[in-house]
């Protein structure tokens, strides 16, 4: 699997050392407050998993899920919400997270249909926020590294469904992309 990979971004070591910061910060802002947090699965799985165990908290955990991407390497814009019942938000203090903020059309929708719930706060966290212009403007609150406009997989991220156990987070070679299309 790691042959896949055209360079390797952020090893576990890296990636760790990153949750513990932003594990830190949120347990501080949220240190007097009881914290909910939702999980766009299934890209945040890995992400949730290691991020969550690092904030000493009452916390409460929920997942949504939703699909944008169609198998291909392009977001078409158009937000399914597969799950029919949303989590109960009311009057909680909300946190999103997710793998990645890339055209912002996902956290966008959820971040609006949440929203609708009455939280009492909301806040989104992504691990990775990619450096392009987005068709819709999103406010991560917490992001855990920046990069450029590359196709990454790995540490939960998928391309077709496959990559997400990859234990880095690393640039898919780009010819396995344009031949499964
Ligand atoms: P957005 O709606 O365009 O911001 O895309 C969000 C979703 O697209 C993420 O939650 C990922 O599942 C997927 N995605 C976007 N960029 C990448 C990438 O580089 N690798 C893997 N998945 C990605
Ligand atoms: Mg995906």
């Known amino acids: 699997m790691q042959a896949d990979l055209e360079r ?9 050392r990153r949750l513990d910061e932003i594990a830190a910060q949120i347990s501080n802002d949220y240190r007097d407050r009881e914290l909910t947090v939702i999980a766009v699965l299934n ?4 992400f949730m998993s290691d991020l969550m165990r690092r904030i000493p908290l009452p916390l409460r955990l929920d997942c949504l899920s939703v699909a944008s991407y169609h198998g291909r390497a392009e977001t078409t814009g158009e937000v399914i919400f597969k799950q029919v019942a949303l989590p109960d938000v009311v009057d909680r203090h909300i946190l999103i997270l997710d793998d990645i903020l890339d055209s ?10 949440l929203e609708t719930a009455q939280p ?9 926020q990619k450096k392009k212009e987005r068709a819709r403007p ?5 992001v855990g590294f920046e990069i450029e406009d590359e196709f990454v997989v790995g540490y939960g ?17 780009k010819e396995l992309i344009t031949q499964s299309n």
């Open 43 to 46: 890209g945040s799985l890995v």
């Open 157 to 173: 991220l998928d391309f077709m469904e496959r990559y997400r156990n990859l234990p880095c987070i690393g640039v898919l070679r």
């Open 138 to 142: 999103v406010d991560a609150d917490y």
């Open 120 to 128: 009492r706060s909301i806040r989104v966290c992504v691990l990775l």
């Open 104 to 113: 912002g059309q996902t956290l966008a929708a959820i971040r609006e249909k």
């Open 8 to 16: 390797i971004l952020f090893d576990e070591a890296a990636i760790l």
